[in-house]
């Protein structure tokens, strides 16, 4: 599975992590995020991500 980084920020998502604080399982697919789902960061929408 492919990560994601913010263009704001530069935080990444790993696919095999997850982010577990925000109640998002290892193994979930960017594309299977919620679309509510933001940046842990700095909080941009999904749709500031792209591929890494």
Do not use: H, Q, R
Not at 17 to 32: H, K, L, R, S, Y
Not at 36 to 45: N, T, V
């Amino acid at each position: 599975m492919e990560k994601y980084v913010c263009g704001p920020c530069g935080y990444v998502y790993d696919p095999a992590e997850g982010d577990p604080d925000n109640g998002i399982a290892a193994g979930t697919a960017f594309a299977d995020l919620p679309e509510d789902w933001c940046c842990p960061l700095c909080g941009a929408p999904k749709s500031e991500f792209d591929p890494a």
